[in-house]
């Protein structure tokens, strides 16, 4: 059985991380698509450190719930027959127990060197502009995925989506490519696929089922 699983920040929202895209989705006025893009970055370095300085310190906060462990469980009992394919910048499914993660928008706790391309564990603030451990002379930024950028690894995720027998989207909205593309890519190669979401997701119409409710009730339920 190959299972590819997508999560998105609605996995994240019991353990007290925002999602985007919610009421409370607004950073500072600002919606995600004004502040995570590199012309955003190029305007104001400052105030985009301080949006993902304040993340990461944030997530000495928070602990994964049960929908993260329930993960974990599903990757011991499958190994490499799980993709498990995040969205999300945050730690929680390392923390919950997974192993092999695949963060396809980067990590929070990593920074990314502007002029080597080289990328570097981070846990404290980057809004010092440190300079780069491997070349050490550039400038660092938040090793994340921005509008317009191209996210990592997709062709690894491409490959396991074609191979899939079961295609699974955890608490993301679909509002954003490609992974909103993923179900009709996984569907296109014969997954069966399914939706797990607090509520229909702009992409539910193309799921062959739908559970809408608590990621942390949803996910055990349907991994046990
Ligand atoms: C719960 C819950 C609970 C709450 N239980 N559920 C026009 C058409 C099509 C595409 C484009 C277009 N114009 C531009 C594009 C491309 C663009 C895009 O998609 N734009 C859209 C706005 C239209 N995409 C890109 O630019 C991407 N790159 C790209 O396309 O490159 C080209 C390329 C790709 C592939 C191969 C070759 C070339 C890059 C996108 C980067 C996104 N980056 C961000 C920021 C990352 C860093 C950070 O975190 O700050 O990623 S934006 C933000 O949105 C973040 C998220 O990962 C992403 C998705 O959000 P998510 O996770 O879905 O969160 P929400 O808040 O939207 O939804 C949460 C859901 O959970 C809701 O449904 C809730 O109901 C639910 N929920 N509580 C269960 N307890």
Redesign the pocket.
Known sequence: MKVVVL?????S??SGV?????AD?LWEGHR??D??TPEAYEASPAAVHR??DA?RAALDAVAPNP?HTALARLEAALGDGLLLV????DDLHERGGSTRVHH???E?RSALCRGCGGRTPWTGDLGDFPPCPSCGVTELR?D????????YG?DEIQDALAEADLFVS???????????GFVQYAAGYGARTLE????P??GSHLFDECRH??????VPAWVD
Not at 7 to 11: C, H
């Open positions: 999560t998105g920040a609605g996995i929202a019991e925002p999602t985007f895209r919610d989705g995600v698509e502040v995570a949006f993902y993340r929908a995040t969205q999300n910048i396809m928008h980067g929070l938040p994340v995925v921005w509008f317009g950028e191209i996210p997709m955890v608490g993301t909205s679909g509002a954003v490519y490609p992974a909103a797990l979401n607090l509520v997701s702009d409710g608590r990621a942390g009730d949803l």
